[in-house]
């Protein structure tokens, strides 16, 4: 995942739902988290989008219990998370840095 900080802050887990990104587009995947799989994903998204090459590059551990994970693009790196209420508060301090 690509994040503001590290220990990720619960402003870093917000969906584009919660910042009020892609109004008209599908409810479901604007309440979901994007992440990758690879950190050679992310280092590749990093520099396709110049906004989010600042990010830091962040991994974390979740079970099926933490929520639900899906493939949501034709990208098969590509998947989005829907955290559980119980996970996504913990959830900021999971995520360890991979790389500055």
């Not at 590290?6 to 587009?25: C, F, M, R, T």
């Not at 990010?55 to 990208?75: C, E, I, W």
């Amino acid at each position: 995942m690509l994040t503001r900080s590290v220990p990720a802050k619960a402003k870093d887990l917000e969906s584009a739902k919660e910042k009020g990104l892609y109004e008209g587009q599908d409810e479901c995947l604007r309440s979901g988290l994007s992440c990758g799989l690879t950190e050679v994903y992310l280092v590749e998204l990093q520099e396709a989008v110049p906004n989010l090459q600042s990010r830091l590059r962040a991994y974390a551990d979740f079970a099926p219990s933490d929520g639900v994970f899906k493939q949501t693009t034709k990208n098969p790196l590509h998947h989005t998370m829907w955290l559980f209420q119980q996970s996504l508060q913990l959830a900021p301090s999971k995520f360890l840095l991979v790389r500055s």
